[in-house]
Nanobody, 123 residues
């Protein structure tokens, strides 16, 4: 099960940007999905998560500015980022906890990460 992130780019402070992450493969479904970010010299940190039922959780630093959503039919998770600040500059990674059914229809759990997409906010 692979995740492919897209979007990101360069935006001025106060602007908006969205990123998305789509899963490929077959015989799987995702439970929780989320976005993390890593700025140069910093550890990877949680940005937002969303459960399969749509329950969301946000880091305090992005509450009220970022919105996470998902389309279960498309196995895609989105992150809408508004009122961006220079400190939001980072590589953004999507993540998903999945259940995959093997050839014997046995469930196999795992976690997949996207390749990361760079978001740069200029001041």
């Amino acid at each position: 099960v692979q995740l492919q992130a897209s979007g990101g780019g360069l935006v001025q402070a106060g602007g908006s940007l969205s990123v998305s992450c789509a899963a490929s493969g077959s015989r799987f479904r995702f439970n929780g999905m989320g976005w993390y970010r890593q700025a140069p010299g910093n550890q990877r940190e949680l940005v937002a998560t969303i459960s399969s039922a749509g329950v969301t959780n946000y880091a305090d630093s992005v509450k009220g500015r970022f919105t996470i959503s998902r389309d279960n039919a498309k196995n895609t998770v989105y992150l809408q980022m508004n009122s961006l600040k220079p400190e939001d500059t980072a590589v953004y990674y999507c993540e998903g906890d999945y259940i995959y059914y093997n050839d014997r229809d046995e469930p196999v759990v795992g976690r997949s990460w996207g390749q990361g997409t760079l978001v740069t906010v200029s001041s």
